[in-house]
């Protein structure tokens, strides 16, 4: 018998909660990405993530920053962290990197990549605040296995935020912030600090994705969990 098969890498593609959908480039985020992502993306992927910055600062990811408004404004209103924005749509990446040069912003990374796949790869206790803002909820029951907040999600988080650390989602699909909130709860490193619907933190500005919820009548949830300590 041959045993070779035995060894064969599975090829199998882990379910992602994003789908890569082009968007209409305008001429002026055409020319950010070529001419400013070079200069805010990320060297080294596999590298810490704080390596990436020549100061000992606070780090925060966000996962998901859509057109960037609010990392670029979230950068300025808290310019004593450092910060490293996941987001693959290019267009939304486009008017980042415009607002981020703009504003001489220097404590942002842009990372056009699977924040999973990265996540993956990061130290343990090694980041001080996750934040998803406003992710596909998928709301299709046949489509939930692509949401971004699930056991396996949890677990990572509680594994990456340092002692102390947070994990802040905001959704406007309130049967998401319930996914969230029993998920999240079910995780025995991360303790509720009064999910699923606090008060909007003073570091969250309102975004383009929850005033157009808000207008179609949809509700705005924000959740919060703090990584233990013991």
Known sequence: MNDAGDERPDRRRRVRSFVRRPGRMTPAQQRALDDLLPRYRLADPTAPLADEFERPAPLIVEIGCGNGDALCWMSGNEPESSFVGFEVHEPGVGRLLRCLDANERTNVRVAMLDAVEVLQGQPDASIDMLRVYFPDPWPKKRHHKRRLVS????????????????????????????????????????????????????????????????????????????????
């Not at 319930?178 to 606090?198: C, K, R, Y």
């Not at 949830?221 to 300590?229: C, I, K, N, Q, V």
């Open 151 to 230: 056991p396996s999600f949890a677990a990572m988080a509680g594994r990456l935020l340092r002692a102390g650390g947070m994990l802040h989602l905001a959704t406007d699909w309130v049967p998401y912030a319930e996914w969230m909130h029993e998920v999240l709860g079910a995780e025995p490193t991360l303790e509720n600090q009064g999910s699923p619907d606090i008060e909007r933190p003073a570091w969250r500005p309102e975004t383009h994705f929850e005033r157009r919820g808000l207008k179609r009548g949809h509700e705005v949830r924000d959740l919060l969990y703090r990584a233990r300590s013991d």
